[in-house]
């Protein structure tokens, strides 16, 4: 059964993130062959119809450099995700994905806004996070990993650079602080120690001194 674990983690680990990624290529390529243009079915903000980008907003990418640059941190962060939170790993993907979304919606400039940008915020938050709150030393070994390998992103929650949605990523990153406090105590948390009583502890009382049992030693 012990050599079988390895398996069953690394099944439940990259199977998602690889068909996340598989999915966005594949949704791309099909615009590309048959000259489609799938932008209109992004978040456009606060319009009824521009709630069906909730749903498809993550799915859908402006050019090969958008999607590229939001893959490989889907693949890490995602693999992170179900490696470590396993637990919660599925509510957090999919109630912080259509929360991020919604939030886009309410938040955001009038225009279309696109990508899987949010997904990658929601994970990174969600993941630093996650372990500073769980104090967990494995987890927040992982918590430092992402800071040093994504830290740089938190400067994008901020419209510096225009033609970029700051909005859908802000909407990630809170969505990932609040997963992280409800699903704090879902999965791996810090262990708090626990005193066991020995015979020994039990010659004493609670002020530390010796119990009189009325048993007298003889020489």
Do not use: C
Not at 44 to 65: A, E
């Amino acid at each position: 059964m012990e050599r079988q674990l390895p398996q069953k983690i690394n099944l439940s680990a990259f199977r998602i993130p690889i068909l996340f990624v598989i999915v966005i290529w594949v949704v791309y390529w099909i615009e590309i062959n048959f000259g489609w243009n799938f932008n209109k079915f992004g978040v456009f903000p606060r319009t009824f119809k521009g709630l069906r980008g909730v749903l498809f907003t993550h799915f859908i990418h402006s050019d090969t450099s958008h999607l590229f640059n939001n893959s490989i941190p889907i693949l890490v962060l995602m693999t992170a995700l179900f490696s470590f939170y396993k637990e919660a790993a599925i509510k957090v993907l999919v109630l912080g994905g259509l929360f991020s979304g919604l939030l886009t919606w309410i938040i955001a400039r009038d225009a279309y806004h696109i990508g899987a940008s949010g997904i990658v915020y929601l994970l990174f938050s969600f993941i630093f996070f996650s372990g500073i709150i769980r104090r967990h030393y494995r987890l927040i070994a992982v918590s430092l990993i992402v800071i040093f390998l994504y830290g740089s992103m938190v400067w994008y929650v901020l419209p510096i650079k225009e033609g970029m949605s700051w909005e859908g990523h802000l909407s990630g990153f809170i969505m990932g602080v609040v997963l992280a406090l409800i699903y704090r105590k879902v999965g791996m948390v810090k262990e708090e120690f626990e005193f066991s009583q020995t015979d020994f502890d039990l010659l004493f009382d609670e002020n530390g001194q010796l119990i009189d049992n009325g048993v007298e030693e003889g020489n």
